[in-house]
């Protein structure tokens, strides 16, 4: 058995279109603009909310063993 407790990796790669990067297979939970969205990505770069200008944004990945990055914010937290 393998206990996994290291928590994912998200990194911001372009606010137009949003484009992020993750470096396993993942949830996405992301609040943009206040809607919520659920999504299951590959690793690699992926692309939300394609046609919006993102205004706020938080985001978090979770793994299958339940792990969660720390949260990912624009415009970035005071």
Sequence with gaps: MVVDRT????AL????????RVAERVT?????????I???VRPG???LAKHETI???SVVARDAAGN???PLT????K
Excluded: D
Excluded at 7 to 10: H, L, Q, S
Excluded at 13 to 20: A, E, I, M, T, Y
Excluded at 28 to 36: D, F, H, P, S
């Design 28 to 36: 996405v939970i992301a609040t943009v603009n206040g809607r919520v």
């Design 74 to 77: 624009y415009p970035k937290a």
């Design 55 to 57: 205004r706020t944004l």
């Design 13 to 20: 790669v372009s606010l137009k279109p949003l484009q992020l």
């Design 7 to 10: 928590p994912p990796t998200i």
């Design 38 to 40: 659920r999504a299951s």
């Design 68 to 70: 969660e990055s720390l």
């Design 45 to 47: 770069v992926f692309t």
